[in-house]
């Protein structure tokens, strides 16, 4: 009758099992946690188990790294009976609430209620500022809770599929582009293009700062090793208009080695250079099909992104999800 705080390493499995059994969603079975991604989720939780020690001596020398992924449990009859947890972006006061869900056994009892303000509780001890958090559109009772706490819905996030990666040839940028390796510590070139894209009005919900996009230099280490025990592989490019030396776009993704799981592809674009999508989308789908064994890709697009949207939809995606992003601004500590 009571939350308690996630633990690691020693949750990880009772985190993917609650993830795998709450998110089902019998009306709505495309919403519903699929094999694949299950399969992904237990590549996870190994590696959160495997790396843990070593995680652990990173957080003692990078503060940011301790809020990896922290929530709590809802126990009640001895059970768990829900989740929630949240991770803050990058070093900034700017938080998402990942996971929220209730076992279907214990649902409308209050439970979801309480743990969405255990968790903005939390984020507010920790100094955060800002939270965001991704609900399905249609998903009627989460929306519900989640506004009646304050939140409010301000852009939407596409979730998109295709079945597995079509022959793509290398893509061809038109004259007075080309394609850059993107540094996993680079920030100031990701901060440089989302400060000048994301729409005022997403702004205002998710402050375009610095240290959202800097990360903690002991990640070059993990992250080779976390991609490999999770199976991963992940590629940045940036795009970058050659006369002016603007970059006007970015794209990442992220493949599976390993058999099973699924693919994930994301990309900016700056909307004064929209022609160069289809070329950005052939792109992608060029860069996962090599040593693709044939899983689903997704890909996720940002509602302030039509082109990309547009784009990948020629290309044969088809949207599986249309989420609402919301957003609330915490009041300051102390007040
Ligand atoms: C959404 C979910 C987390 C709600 O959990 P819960 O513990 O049943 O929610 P609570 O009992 O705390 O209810 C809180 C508020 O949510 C809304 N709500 C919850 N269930 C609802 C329903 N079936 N219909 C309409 N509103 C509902 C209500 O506003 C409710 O407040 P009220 O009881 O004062 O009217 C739960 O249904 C769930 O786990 N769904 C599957 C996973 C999921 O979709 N998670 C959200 C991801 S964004």
Not at 235 to 241: A, E, K, L, P, T
Not at 309 to 324: N, P, S, V, W
Request: hydrophobic share 45%; proline share 7%.
């Amino acid at each position: 009758m009571a939350e308690r705080l996630i633990s690691l390493p020693k949750d990880a499995g009772l985190l993917g099992e609650m993830i795998a059994t709450s998110f089902q969603y019998p009306e709505n079975p495309a919403w519903s946690v699929q094999t694949d991604e299950k399969e992904g989720l237990a590549d996870t939780v190994a590696g959160i188990r495997r790396l843990w020690p070593l995680i652990r001596i990173a957080q003692v020398f990078t503060p940011s790294l301790r809020n990896l992924l922290r929530g709590y449990f809802w126990e009640e009859e001895n059970r768990t009976a829900g989740i929630v947890i949240a991770q803050p972006r990058g070093k900034s006061r700017n938080w998402m609430v990942t996971t929220v869900a209730t076992h279907p056994d214990f649902r409308r009892r209050g439970i979801a209620r309480k743990l969405v303000n255990a968790i903005l509780a939390f984020v507010r001890r920790e100094g955060g500022r800002q939270v965001a958090l991704d609900v399905i559109a249609g998903n009627l009772p989460a929306y519900k809770l989640y506004e009646s706490v304050g939140f409010r819905h301000f852009t939407s996030m596409f979730e998109l599929e295709i079945p597995a990666a079509p022959a793509a040839p290398a893509p061809q940028f038109p004259e007075g582009y080309r394609l850059l390796p993107l540094d996993m510590m680079d920030w100031q070139t990701r901060y440089d293009l989302e400060k000048r894209i994301i729409p005022a009005a997403v702004q205002e919900f998710e402050t375009v700062d610095p240290a959202r996009y800097q990360q903690p230099a002991i990640l070059r280490l993990i992250l080779p090793l976390i991609n490999r025990i999770q199976g991963t592989r992940m590629v940045d490019r940036s795009i970058q208009h050659i006369a002016s030396g603007q970059t006007v776009g970015r794209m990442t993704v992220t493949a599976r080695t390993k058999p099973g799981g699924r693919h994930n592809l994301a990309a900016r674009l700056d909307p004064a250079h929209a022609h160069l999508a289809p070329a950005l989308l052939t792109g992608l789908l060029h860069e996962v099909a090599q040593g693709s064994a044939g899983q689903v890709i997704q890909m996720t697009v940002m509602g302030w992104q039509p082109e990309l949207l547009a784009a990948a939809h020629a290309a044969g995606f088809k949207t599986r999800i249309e989420f609402h992003r919301m957003g609330l601004t915490l009041p300051q500590a102390g007040k």
